[in-house]
């Protein structure tokens, strides 16, 4: 019914495949059609096949193989195309057509055009492949190959060492991640045989105990940390913004890093069997304080952003950590819609303002760049979550759900309240300070609105930012319908029944969010020296949430040098002196041996008659006494 | 068929060597052209090849010497299959990426030859006296190869080569000797038939000795930490023909031979020895790959990195599953791949800049894009990118070690973040940056015939990572028949996991 | 008993004796004819070839004879008594004497053509070289085929005195009579030791005749055969000093690299081939029963000589004196053959076969590079031979990775049959020293192989070997490749040689 | 009266044996170097003659006729060596013959 499904895959890949032979000789902007055309055929693919679903009610979907890749392990290349999946590539193709439109403009000019659509393209059907997998390998497949991506792209500029270090960097920890993940994966083998997720699945109450369950969950956790950029293993995300932006819109917001996300959600029985759920919560929640507060003080209009993803990657993992997986997977959906819209809209005013990046030489763009900063405006309230745009809804979803949970879901609630406000300050401080106030230009900048290519996905953005809530709002859950089918075996959590309940929640909710938006608003709408003396009342606190509590530097005492100094120790002194000493040593050993053995040939002939002798003796007396002859 | 397979690379040698001495020029292209017959029978052996089949096929057996037992038997099966394609595909790559060879061409080409059919043979060989001398004779060419045309410490490393494996090789032939004896004891006649020798009743003592005596010489070959020693510098030395064929192949020889010959014939020592062999090959793992991060030569750093992924085609074999005896097999084949092609890249960049030194490069992706595109593909290859062959295998041997081994499985997946670490940062010094070096800025980017070189080898590192049934399905009866041999002789119980009949009971939809 | 009857030989025996006769005659003739005649030395060089081949051929001859033999019945038993041990059993013909005459022939054949350049340069000795030759030949083809220890001791000395003389043939060379005196006082010396042995080997068992000796001792329980003991011991000691075994080594290296390079190879392998054709025919056929107590003796001897040859030879700059050691290791490794008792036979033979053809052939090049006449060949001498000299390098090369022992080599068959042969019965631990030792000397084989191919040349220039010299040692490398890889044919025929 | 049997004459000749090879090791001049190998060799023949009439055959005394013979052809070559020696160097002293060793 669906087996054209793979399409989905096929069209971006193809588009890599051809780009990458014919890329140069098609040139600007042809290069970048074709990948954007690829891109939109996925999504229209992705749609015709999603219909189904919406059709009809409790369509499980099906899986669709292609071809065996590792029968034994029950890793073949197949798509599972459920709702979680349409849902997952919907979001991916969407905003990823966007993005593909939005780069057009941006990248006019660069010399490797289609190269950069290449890589896109080859993005998008590894992210595909992420979200389609029908068994885990697959999953991991995507899951490595979306890493390949976001390593080539943050490293497109790869002249600059810095964006070279970055990408290596994120590649680097993701894999620490999935070394997680991988031995999660082994213990799911030797616990079910497979991998494929129709043997798994359904017989996790049968097979799995609590604490395998448990394992597995953590596991899978220190993967989706590593590819969410959750604590401990988050700080790859803001260096990735050495990447292109459309990169950190589509890679770094919208889709691969809610992966981790998406496995969480998509492996709901394992994590409902044991008690992983709620590390992953807890995970969620600080790192989605933490990051939020480092957020506050950054200057570098991209690394705000950067934060601010980290730290709503955090809510996503309360929420699917909480069992809330459809809160999660709508919040996933949302975030990608208003953040991919500030990351174009904050490409966009890098690209007017000729690559500058620090908001402290921005401002009063919004006269110079008015599509821009509107739709920026949109996303920032929606991030902030007023209503009634679209991060209101899944946001407060979240929060309901944490808050039904009880306990701990109490002080989780509560982070996510404070988390909410701090999101809102800084959002807000973002927007006034690169659109009002006086311009702090530097010389020779002349700002300037960005083309039609890049504000019409501006646009599209900030309706969907806009509207998205709607999908599924405590009136009417259509999302949640859609889904249901994907989590059956579950039991999904939601937040409290009843409208006054909502209406409480979402009252506390949202006047954290114009508490902390006014208090912004109130700050950086005015000169700068004002805003001065508020940082300056937080005295060592903004500086350490500026150089984001140094966490880079602790790394770096605490593993990168220490293991550079053991590996040099290992390779100079342990090999090179201790093993291959020895080996050597022994060959010298032999050899002066040898050489001590040769003194003895001295050339007289009496000494070697007493040798004669000698021998002659040994062997009598052996004999006569072996022999028993006396 | 199989001995023609044999015979022809080695009357190619000959045929090579009766050129005319006055026409030096016609010695490569000549071997060249002749390398591509081994190439087309073991295609045609490879897709005649009945997969789900677990005995040796092709089989021909001639009396050798009578009374010592010994004969001409030969014979593949999905163990030894994919090592022989291997062989005949690097072969000519590495005569084609040998152009740069102009002293004493001829000899290099005859060398070549031989070693290809020593290799094979060795692959081949179901006699444990022929297998032997196969086994040996290989080090020979190589030895020259090292010798003759490597670089400044040349000959420091090809003897050391040769000597530290010619130690291990010691060990073997008495083990080899004593089993024959021990069959004349048993049976009243010499043997040195493989599927004879299955056969010898012998006690734990002595099948533990000649486990052990086996294991060195195959964990030398391999090489299993810590008799590594040798392959850095035979590795920095070798010409780039010579490392392609070593790294690719001739290591191979170690862990063909671990899983071909201990665990047939030593089921329960194998067995006992498991933690043993698995903790040396975890160790290998990491230790390998710690110490190629450091290492200032492009080619001692892949060195190291052979030692690394070495390490899971033992940890495959010490697993005693089916996926981890599938993920050795086909790991041998894509190391051999991969690696190759990591040593010809370096090949081909010494030949530009004489030097191999990170250090000295830099910024080379601006320069050389297509250079910098084909290694960077083949680092992920080697790094494991699922999708590329090399994850296949690394993944199949986890995967299937775990339910044995769970422990040594959980330290070996940690090698995957090491191999990028030491990939990518000696990516990031050579390739990314500003080329500041006037030397690097002059350098021009592969030709036709280097891109030729590396085609075939990209292509099976795509079609390998992404249908590798071309070579499971015919691995797969083999490796279940040597886990059915391990499990009846001893008293090892397969976990539960650790089979794969009923995967392939179920599969259908061909 | 008339007279008549006594001055009649019997007359079957004369075939037994045959290529003994032609060589010792032709011997005899060629001095005479040089007296007489002064014939060109190269007329002098095929006529000793001729006689050679004339004695091969004979032993042909006796070959297939042994071939009826050994398919006698039993009512054939008077005849075949008469015809195998002819001379009133000094004489024995068996396949083990023919073997011996086999491997002694090409030796000598070999060895004249590969150091043909030496007979050249001695000018008017040339005929005294060659005929000491065949003199010596004779001496050790008689230690292979008589089953009398007196016999023995006879072929013994003709065979040594030759050799002392011809170490010292180019005598104005102060290292050629260096090695000459060596040779002979030490010699002198380990002949008494052995005819001691033998007397007190006749003391002890009443007969000097080995299948006596072999029946008395079957027979009779000696509770103290202390004197038997020490003879036994003698003769090995003895026999041991032949063929270079450790600790009775030391005159090998000195007159290896002393002696005239175009005749040492031949002295080295007959020495080798006498001294075990008469050890393993005492051993085997005069004492198999007290196997348990020579058998460790000899394998600690043959351990000793293979690790003591290997090491020393490691330290070596001098090929010749390489080839010196590696001999006493080689020594060790056939001893490890001999271990197993009359089972190792065949084994051994073989060894003694391809390692003496290689030991020929390897000195024909050292030989042809640094001159036939001369002592010493420094491994300088070999740098970049491979370009100076290419079928030269090539040839040694094969030669030496025979010795080595490498696969697709006779010596690899070679060392696989004794080890095999040891293993079997029951001396695992000497196996273990053998494969070790033989790792060791890898590298000194390859040390030479790295100087002539991977080093730089040096200026001298190869003198192109003759013909002779290229023919011989192309036989040689072929004889080490073929045998290698088709080694069926010759192992059976050593498999036969088993002595009666 | 102590009876003389084989054995007393056995143990002399091992006596003289024993002396001939002390004598090798502990002189230096070739020419007695090689009269004490003469003595060896006529202990041997010592031997063989009362091991001879010990067990009543005559091989042990016809024995002695060989050695003698090989003796007298050992002392033929071995003169003419030593006298080529002592022409080249006016000694006969083995000590001074150490080109060769190592």
């Known amino acids: 019914m669906t087996d054209f499904v793979w399409l989905v895959i096929a069209f971006p890949l193809a588009g890599a495949v051809l780009l990458h032979f014919l890329g140069r000789r098609l040139g600007e902007p042809l290069a970048g059609i074709i990948g954007t055309l690829a891109a939109a055929a996925a999504f229209v693919v992705a749609f015709v096949a999603a219909l189904p679903f919406i059709v009809e009610e409790g369509n499980h979907g099906e899986t669709v193989m292609l071809w065996e890749w590792m029968p034994a392990i029950g890793a073949n290349l197949e798509i599972t195309w459920d709702p979680l999946a349409a849902v997952m590539a919907l979001i991916v193709t969407g905003v990823g057509s966007l993005i593909h439109l939005f780069s057009v403009g941006y990248m006019h000019g660069d010399e490797r055009f289609a190269r950069f659509f290449t890589y896109l393209n080859l993005f998008l059907a590894s992210m595909l492949t992420l979200v389609l997998g029908g068994n885990f390998a697959m999953v991991f497949l995507g899951w490595e190959l979306v890493g390949l991506c976001s390593y080539l792209l943050i490293s497109f500029w790869y002249t600059k060492p810095s964006a070279a270090a970055a990408g290596k960097k994120a590649f680097v920890v993701n894999r620490i991640g999935d070394f997680g993940f991988m031995v999660g994966l082994m213990l799911v083998f030797t616990n079910f045989g497979t991998l494929a997720f129709d043997g798994i699945f359904e017989r996790v109450p049968e097979i799995l105990d609590g604490s395998t369950a448990t394992a597995i969950g953590l596991l899978f956790l ?55 759920g709620i590390v992953v919560a807890v995970v969620g929640a600080l790192t989605a304080l933490w990051a939020a507060s480092i957020a506050i003080a950054q200057s570098d209009i991209k690394r705000v952003l950067a934060y601010s993803t980290v730290s709503q990657l955090g809510y996503m993992f309360i929420a699917v950590g909480l069992g809330g997986y459809i809160a999660g997977i709508f919040h996933l959906m949302t975030h990608a819609f208003f953040k991919a819209l500030l990351f174009l809209g904050s490409g966009s005013v890098i690209h007017g303002m000729h690559e500058e990046q620090d908001m402290n030489k ?49 002080v989780l609630w509560v982070i996510g309240l404070v988390t909410a406000l701090i999101t809102a300050f800084y959002m807000t401080r973002q927007w006034f300070m690169v659109f ?48 249901e089918p994907s989590f059956e075996l579950v039991k999904v959590a939601h937040p409290p029944e009843g409208l006054g309940m909502f209406a409480l929640l979402a009252a506390i909710s949202v006047g954290a969010g114009i508490a902390g938006a006014a208090m912004a608003g109130f700050v950086y709408s005015r000169p700068r020296e004002i805003w001065e003396r508020f940082q300056g009342g937080f005295g060592g606190l903004w500086e350490a949430w500026q150089a984001a509590y140094r966490v880079d530097d602790l790394y770096g005492a605490t593993i990168v040098t220490p293991g550079r100094k053991l590996s040099e120790r290992m390779a100079f002194d342990f090999d090179a002196g201790g093993i291959d000493g020895f080996v050597n040593g022994v060959g010298r050993a032999v050899r002066s041996a040898g050489a001590r053995t040769r003194v003895l040939q001295t050339g007289l002939v009496r000494n070697y008659g007493v040798g004669f002798v000698a021998g002659l003796l040994a062997v009598v007396i052996w004999l006569v006494i072996a022999g028993g002859g006396v | 068929m199989l001995t023609a397979l044999i015979l022809v690379p080695a009357v190619a040698a000959v045929v090579v060597m009766l050129l005319p001495s006055d026409r030096k020029e016609l010695a490569l292209p000549v071997g060249f052209a002749l390398s591509f017959v081994p190439l087309a029978i073991a295609g045609y052996l490879f897709f005649e090849f009945e997969t789900g089949v677990a005995g040796y096929q092709f089989t021909q057996k001639a009396v050798w010497y009578e009374p010592w037992g010994i004969s001409w038997n030969l014979g593949v099966d999905g163990i030894s299959l994919g090592l022989v394609a291997l062989s005949v595909i690097l072969i000519p790559i590495a005569l084609a990426a040998s152009t740069t060879i102009t002293d004493r061409t001829k000899e290099f080409v005859v060398f070549t030859l031989l070693l290809e059919a020593g290799l094979i043979g060795s692959f081949l060989a179901l006699d444990l006296f022929l297998f032997f001398v196969f086994f040996e004779a290989v080090l020979v060419p190589m030895y020259f190869i090292i010798g003759i045309w490597g670089s400044e410490r040349r000959i420091y490393a090809a003897m050391k080569f040769f000597i530290f494996t010619a130690f291990g090789s010691a060990f073997l032939l008495a083990s080899i000797v004593a089993l024959s004896v021990f069959h004349n004891r048993q049976f009243g006649s010499p043997s040195f038939d493989l599927l004879e020798l299955m056969s010898l009743d012998l006690t734990l003592d002595q099948s533990r000795w000649l486990f052990a005596g086996f294991g060195i010489a195959f964990a030398i070959k391999v090489p299993v930490f810590p008799l590594h020693t040798w392959l850095p510098d035979a590795h920095v030395q070798a010409p780039t023909a010579g490392s392609v064929l070593l790294a690719g192949v001739m290591l191979k020889l170690g862990t063909y031979g671990l899983l071909r010959f201990n665990l047939n014939l030593f089921p329960q020592a194998a067995v006992d020895a498991v933690p043993i062999i698995a903790g040396l090959a975890v160790i290998g793992i990491i230790y390998g790959a710690v110490v190629a991060i450091v290492q200032p030569d492009l080619k001692k750093l892949v060195a190291y990195s052979s030692v690394s992924h070495l390490g899971f085609i033992v940890l495959g074999t010490a697993a005693l599953t089916s996926a981890g005896f599938q993920g050795a097999v086909i790991q041998n084949v894509n190391h051999g791949l991969t690696t190759g092609a990591l040593f010809l890249l370096v090949g081909m960049i010494y030949e530009r800049r004489h030097t191999k030194k990170i250090e000295d490069f830099g910024g080379l992706a601006k320069v050389m894009p297509i250079f910098a595109g084909l290694f960077l593909f083949t680092a992920f290859a080697s790094i494991g990118l699922p999708g590329l062959n090399g994850f296949v295998g690394e993944f199949l041997v986890l995967i299937g070690s775990f339910p044995s081994i769970p422990v040594f499985a959980t330290i070996a997946a940690f090698g995957v973040i090491l191999a990028a670490i030491y990939l990518l940062w000696a990516y990031e010094r050579v390739f990314t940056g500003i080329p500041d070096k006037p030397e690097n800025q002059k350098l021009t980017d592969l030709n036709a015939r280097e891109i030729g070189l590396m085609v075939p080898l990209v292509v099976l590192m795509l079609v390998l990572g992404l249908y590798p049934k071309i070579l499971l399905d015919r691995t797969a009866a083999s490796t279940e028949a040597l886990l059915d041999r391990v499990e009846q002789a001893t008293t090892y119980e397969v976990p539960e996991q650790g089979r794969l009949a009923d995967v392939f009971a179920g599969e259908g939809d061909e | 008993m008339t007279f008549a009857q006594v001055l009649t030989p019997p007359s079957v025996g004369w075939i037994a004796i045959a290529p003994e006769i032609v060589l010792g005659v032709g011997a005899a003739l060629i001095l005479l004819f040089d007296v007489q005649y002064k014939p060109k030395r190269t007329h002098l060089g095929l006529a000793t070839a001729a006689i050679v081949a004339t004695a091969f051929a004979f032993a042909i001859v006796q070959y297939d004879r042994v071939q009826t033999l050994s398919q006698a019945t039993a009512d054939q038993a008077a005849d075949f008594v008469a015809t195998a041990f002819p001379f009133d059993a000094m004489i024995v013909l068996d396949a083990n004497a023919v073997f011996g005459r086999f491997a002694m022939l090409l030796v000598t054949g070999l060895g004249l053509a590969a150091g043909w350049r030496l007979f050249e340069r001695l000018g008017a000795r040339a005929a005294e070289g060659l005929a000491l030759m065949l003199l010596s030949a004779t001496g050790f083809m008689f230690m292979a085929s008589s089953t009398h220890l007196m016999m023995v001791f006879l072929g013994l000395e003709v065979g040594s005195i030759a050799l002392y003389v011809l170490a010292g043939i180019t005598r104005e060379r102060t290292e050629s009579d260096e090695a000459a005196i060596k040779y002979f006082l030490l010699g002198s010396v380990a002949s008494a030791v052995f005819i001691y042995g033998v ?205 080595a022992g490498l696969p697709l080599t006779s010596g690899f068959v070679a060392k696989f049959g004794v080890f095999t042969e040891a293993w079997q019965a029951g001396y695992e631990w000497l196996v273990i020293v053998a494969v070790l030792a033989s790792v060791i000397a890898f590298f000194f084989y390859l040390r030479v192989i790295v100087a002539m191919y991977m080093e730089e040349p040096v200026d001298e220039a190869v003198a192109p070997p003759g013909i002779s010299v290229r023919a011989s040692l192309a036989l040689a490398s072929l004889i080490t490749i073929v045998i290698g890889i088709v080694p069926g044919p010759l192992l059976s025929l050593a498999g036969e040689a088993s002595p009666l | 009266m102590i009876e003389v049997t084989a054995g007393w004459y056995l143990s002399l000749a091992a006596v003289l044996f024993s002396i001939g090879l002390l004598g090798i090791l502990v002189r230096r001049n070739a020419l007695i170097m090689f009269m004490c190998v003469e003595l060896m060799l006529n202990a041997v023949n010592l031997t063989f003659v009362a091991a001879g009439r010990a067990l009543g055959n005559l091989e042990g005394q016809v024995a002695v006729f060989f050695v003698l013979v090989v003796a007298a052809a050992e002392v033929v070559v071995g003169l003419a060596i030593i006298v080529a020696i002592f022409r080249r160097r006016e000694s006969a002293s083995v000590d001074e013959l150490a080109t060769l060793r190592g």
């Open chain 1, 222 to 276: 220190v993967g989706a940390a590593g590819k969410s950029a959750q604590i401990p293993l988050y700080v790859w995300l803001p260096d990735a913004m050495e990447g292109p932006t459309p990169v950190s819109a589509l890679i770094h917001a919208a889709t691969m890093v809610t992966a981790g996300v998406y496995l969480v959600a998509r492996s709901a029985t394992i994590f409902a069997a044991g008690d992983a």
């Open chain 1, 362 to 410: 921005m401002g009063g763009l919004l006269e110079k760049m008015p599509v821009t900063g509107v739709t920026m405006g949109i996303a920032t309230l929606a991030i902030a979550g007023i209503p009634p745009l679209a991060g209101f809804w899944s946001k407060d979803e979240i929060l309901g759900v944490a808050f039904e949970y009880g306990g701990v879901g109490i």
């Open chain 1, 436 to 483: 009002t106030g006086e311009p702090r230009w530097e010389e020779g900048v002349d700002p300037h609105e960005s083309p039609r290519s890049m504000t019409v996905p501006l646009i599209v953005l900030a309706v969907l930012s806009v509207g998205a809530g709607f999908l599924n709002t405590p009136f009417r859950l259509t999302l949640e319908h859609f889904l």
């Open chain 3, 199 to 403: 007397a007190l080997t006749y003391a002890g068992s009443g007969s000097m005749n080995l299948l006596e000796i072999q029946g008395v001792l079957a027979r009779n329980i000696f509770t103290r055969p202390a004197v038997l003991l020490i003879g036994i011991a003698l003769m090995v000691v003895g026999m041991g000093f032949k063929v270079s075994a450790a600790p009775f080594h030391s005159w090998a290296p000195d007159v290896y690299q002393g002696a005239p390079g175009g005749i040492v190879g031949y002295m080295a392998a007959a020495a080798k081939i006498g001294g075990f054709a008469a050890l393993i025919r005492i051993l085997f056929t005069a004492f198999p029963d007290f196997i348990s107590t020579w058998g460790p003796l000899v394998a600690g001897i043959a351990a000793l000589s293979m690790l003591l040859g290997s090491t020393v030879a490691l330290v070596q700059d001098d090929i010749r004196r390489m080839l010196g050691y590696s001999g006493v290791a080689h020594a060790g490794f056939i001893l490890t053959g001999v271990v197993a008792g009359g089972a190792g036979t065949g084994e051994v033979w073989f060894y003694l076969g391809v390692y003496t053809v290689q030991l020929v052939g390897a000195f024909g090049v050292v030989a042809a590079v640094t001159g036939a006449a001369t002592s010493g060949a420094g491994i300088d001498a070999f740098r970049g031979l491979s370009k100076r000299a290419p079928f030269l390098a090539a040839t040694f090369t094969v030669l030496l990775l025979g010795m």
